[in-house]
């Protein structure tokens, strides 16, 4: 049997990785022949140490096929892996907001003159300005926690200008047809979310313009079904938070959602990791994928070739982090980022926290997103929108 040890299957590697040129990036494949017979990768005889083998090769393409193959007195065996080139990458880093609705519900029925004089709006336009943020607002059809029901429909498009003139930093995406109930897509066809996509989709393009719509990176819960999973790909989703599978999430109750709930409670449990963790090595090994996780803690992201996207996971959510804490979740980031020689990262949080009607107000919420923003930015992070090129990287695409 023959294994390669240096990278998993997926991994996206640049110029801290190896040698990297106009052309190619150089890397070090590494592994174990149990045999110790000579091994060769990618048709290259790898240098052999005892049962260790290692080769460099050439990465020329975005994805490339490496294999490494011994031949046995028993025949050959081999391991083939996809490795993506994140070609010319830079520091980056993403941001997206979830579950808006009151934004849309404010703006129509209190109609300011300018779409940013209304105080979200406002929040993160100065965000903006003062740090670069980019960030996509993940929209619901329906406000759920609006007595008249209000629907997207409603929403004018009297800002319709402004929307455009701002497209190159705010954008808004598909997230669900409404807040609840709780992973709304998990028993869905490819029909259905696909319904809901479309009145979406179409209520942003009409009151935004086409060019503040942009595909979604994760949907309401993020566990979706099958079907529904291979629609939003087909609709241009080319990475996907975490997983698409069902898995448990954590965060404030649907109790909690609904009615309000102990806030610092919440936070402290997401922190210590209480609200996700099983509590025996029976029920880990039930729930968990530990290898999968256990690389995107680390490594942050990882391409799935047979999707054809990437899925990566969060530095923080605003929400469920308080201010003091967010520095110590950046730095921690950082660390990988030397460590694992990563380059793209995302943070996220939800819209409803912000608002003063919300049961689970945070007064300080949009001050968490200015301080995320302001320390990537100090550690050299440009914002981008994950979902072009690879991770916001568009050096592929020119």
């Known amino acids: 049997m023959i294994e390669i040890t240096s990278h998993r299957q997926g991994a996206i590697l640049n110029h801290n990785h190896g040698e990297e040129s106009a052309k190619s990036l150089k890397v070090t494949v590494r592994g174990i022949s149990e045999s110790g017979r000579p091994v060769k990768v990618n048709g290259v005889p790898a240098v052999m140490d005892g049962r260790n083998f290692s080769a460099e090769i050439e990465l020329t393409q975005k994805v490339n096929q490496v294999t490494a193959s011994v031949m046995t007195p028993y025949g050959v065996y081999s391991q083939e892996l996809s490795l993506l080139w994140d070609k010319k990458s830079f520091r980056r880093v993403n941001c997206y907001i979830d579950d808006h609705s009151f934004v849309f519900t404010e703006l129509t029925r209190q109609k300011p003159k300018r779409a940013f004089d209304h105080f979200y709006l406002a929040g993160l336009k100065k965000i903006h300005d003062e740090s670069g943020l980019k960030v996509t607002l993940n929209a619901f059809y329906r406000n759920d926690h609006d007595k008249a029901g209000y629907l997207l429909n409603e929403m004018p498009d009297i800002w ?147 999707l054809g996207i990437i899925f990566f996971r969060g530095v923080l959510c605003g929400n469920l982090v308080p201010i003091e804490e967010i520095p110590n979740k950046v730095a921690a980031a950082m660390k990988d980022v030397e460590s694992k020689g990563i380059e793209a990262l995302n943070y996220a949080s939800h819209e409803q926290y912000t608002f003063p009607s919300y049961p689970n107000y945070i007064p300080d919420h949009l001050d968490r997103l200015a301080l995320a923003a302001r320390l990537f930015k100090e550690n050299g992070f440009t914002p981008v929108f994950f979902n072009d090129g690879v991770l916001g990287n568009e050096a592929w695409e020119k």
């Open 160 to 306: 319709k200008s402004e929307f455009e003139d701002n497209a190159d930093w705010l954008k808004f995406s598909f997230h669900s047809y409404s807040e609840f109930p709780d992973r709304p897509y998990l028993e869905s066809s490819a029909e259905e979310i696909g319904k809901d996509y479309d009145l979406v989709q179409n209520e942003i393009i009409r009151f935004a313009g086409e060019k503040a719509f942009i595909p979604p990176i994760v949907i309401h819960w993020a566990n979706i079904h099958p079907a529904a999973a291979a629609e939003i790909i087909r609709r241009g989703t080319r990475c996907y938070s975490s997983s698409f599978r069902a898995r448990v999430m954590g965060g404030p109750s649907l109790a909690d959602r609904q009615k309000g709930g102990n806030m610092n409670q919440i936070q402290a449990r997401s922190l210590s990791g209480a609200d996700k963790a099983a509590s025996t090595e029976g029920l880990k090994m039930h729930y968990e994928y530990p290898e999968e996780t256990g690389y995107l803690a680390g490594h942050h992201h990882y391409y799935d070739p047979s």
